[in-house]
């Protein structure tokens, strides 16, 4: 062992020593402590002794059991380790708790690795971060083989940000681009979304395995006058769906027959009213199970179960008009019990108002008619009792003519008074509230009066036949 020492008073100020292993120590202080060591490997450990490094590697370690800088003279790479370092065949730990790494590897990439071990034992390490040399970076992932044209963030198993050129960036699932085609990096669907010459736009592609071939299909486009395109690549052309937006509305367009088509969904900010339905010249129709079952035709009216007026009912439905192929049911679910009429063709070229869906209380008007009809037949009914003392009761109806006072003033009417025929015919009566009053009316069935005016004459006649037969 040879030592040479300076000072400048008996107390030993600096100290180089060198012993048959081949290691030599720099020492400082009045009691020597190492500062530098150069070990036979010609590795370097400052305030530390170097350990037991690879021969291929070239190291300057520092701080006992924290940071190391390693250099791997055989294959051109260098690292930075903490709390680790590598005996030419594993990754050792120094003190147990994490350890980590970065560096430049031998194929151009920089690399960041982490990950936890036990004093002395192997230590395993995760590769978390990696800058390739075409200055791709991955995020738990080493990038896939991106063509130099583009730059790429690449994350988790198969996500990746990427520029496509000064104007073009995206993000996408699944995929990446070799300068020829977009390849599936895992096996399963792809996707990309991103902002391309002007536009956004959303692609989709089928499920495949790793390695193959991407065939993607542009399936939305939002264009940069706002126009949202489903299934379309330019919106405003109106090639097959598109959605657009403006002020509180947006539209749907598709083609026809060569013919474009607008449906409109929106609302009026300045009316404050919602609207549904067609811009362009054409019918709003509502369907179910893919099947149409009304529309709205061009003049307005709406259809039932037909897609146009037939011919000789047009005249009656010039615009704004209702027309029915089947039956019209109007109810009323309020109360106790349902109530409805049923308007229909039943038979016959005949139409029936039906009351409670039963067809034996309702009216029918027949073909070429100018009056209703009502259902009479005897086998649908309860005979309770004759009617009785007719002439007298009919004697004190009033029969008057009047106005209602809703009228104009010049309007005739011929009445009689619900008031009077309650008095013998209640039957004939009933109360009830009309839309514009708060408070219950008498209502009379003129209909109905007419059994009291037929007994009435029955009696009137059997009085003439007694004095004639005198």
């Not at 190391?68 to 370092?85: D, E, I, Q």
């Not at 080493?142 to 940000?161: E, N, R, Y």
């Not at 439905?317 to 109810?331: E, H, K, P, Q, R």
């Amino acid at each position: 062992m040879s030592t040479i020492s300076a000072s400048t008073t008996t107390t030993t100020a600096f100290k180089i020593t060198t012993d048959t292993t081949g290691t030599l120590v720099f020492q400082t202080g009045a009691s020597p402590t190492t500062a530098v060591t150069f070990d036979g490997s010609q590795n370097v450990g400052v305030g530390a002794t170097p350990s037991a490094w690879g021969s291929g590697v070239k190291v300057i370690e520092f701080g006992g059991s924290t940071g190391y800088v390693a250099f791997n003279g055989t294959n051109a790479s260098g690292y930075t380790y903490y709390n680790m370092w590598y005996d030419g065949t594993n990754n050792k730990t120094k003190q147990t708790g994490y350890i980590g790494a970065n560096g430049f590897t031998a194929t151009g990439q920089h690399v960041w690795y982490n990950g936890s071990g036990t004093a002395g034992t192997t230590s395993s390490l995760t590769q978390a971060m990696t800058l390739d040399a075409s200055g791709n970076f991955g995020l738990g992932v080493t990038p896939s083989a991106w063509t130099s044209t583009m730059k790429a963030i690449q994350f988790g198993a198969s996500g990746a940000l990427y520029a496509g050129n000064s104007t073009n960036n995206y993000l996408a699932s699944n995929t990446f681009f070799n300068g020829t085609n977009q390849i599936k990096i895992v096996t399963g669907a792809s996707g990309i979304f991103g902002y391309e010459d002007g536009s956004w736009k959303w692609f989709t592609a089928a499920s495949g395995s790793a390695g193959a071939t991407n065939s993607f299909t542009q399936a939305m486009t939002l264009d940069a006058s706002g126009n949202l395109g489903i299934g379309t690549t330019s919106p405003s052309s109106y090639a097959k769906l598109a959605v657009i937006h403006t002020d509180y509305s947006f539209g749907v367009f598709g083609t026809t027959n060569g013919t474009d088509v607008t449906m409109n969904i929106g609302s009026n900010s300045v009316t404050q009213a919602s609207y549904l339905g067609t811009i362009t010249n054409h019918p709003f129709i509502f369907q179910t199970n893919s099947t149409e079952r009304s529309r709205i035709d061009t003049s307005g009216n709406f259809l039932v179960g037909a897609t146009s007026i037939p011919t000789g009912s047009s005249s009656f439905a010039a615009g704004n008009s209702i027309y029915v192929d089947g039956n019209l049911l109007i109810g009323n679910s309020g109360g106790t019990s349902t109530t409805f009429f049923r308007w229909d063709g039943y038979i016959n070229s005949m139409y029936g108002l039906w009351n409670n869906g039963s067809t034996d209380t309702g009216v029918r008007l027949d073909s070429g008619s100018t009056s209703w009809a009502a259902s009479s037949d005897e086998r649908l009914k309860d005979i309770i009792e004759p009617i009785t003392d007719a002439t007298e009761k009919v004697s004190t109806l009033r029969a008057v003519i009047g106005k209602y006072k809703s009228d104009e003033p010049d309007k005739r009417r011929s009445f009689l008074i619900a008031q009077d025929v309650q008095a013998v015919l209640p039957e004939a009566v009933s109360e009830g509230i009309s839309p514009n009053n708060t408070e219950a009316n008498l209502w009379l069935a003129y209909q109905d009066v007419i059994p009291l005016l037929v007994a009435a004459i029955k009696e009137l006649n059997t009085r003439l036949e007694a004095v004639e037969n005198k």
